[in-house]
């Protein structure tokens, strides 16, 4: 109980610092400059990320009917 208790007084004390950070890409990229992505190289993993969600909810929809390309 007594670790509960502490965890919790840990939470809340911190909370108002971790919501004071702000976690966008941007934000992130002035606090580290030298490891920042270019404009392109965001741009691609921007692609790339969306082309793999795409590819998730394609694979894990719900089939109704047998799609011969996939077979």
């Given at each position: ?16 610092t ?10 992130i990229a ?8 270019s ?6 993993a ?16 719900e089939r ?8």
């Amino acid at each position: 109980m007594l670790r509960l208790m502490s965890l919790v007084g840990c939470l809340t004390l911190s909370a108002p610092t971790i919501a004071d950070h702000h976690f966008s890409y941007e934000e992130i990229a002035k606090r580290f400059p030298k490891q920042a992505m270019s404009a392109h190289e965001r741009e691609d993993a921007e692609m790339q990320g969306e082309c793999l969600v795409g590819l998730k909810q394609l694979i894990f929809q719900e089939r109704r009917e047998v799609d011969p390309v996939a077979e």
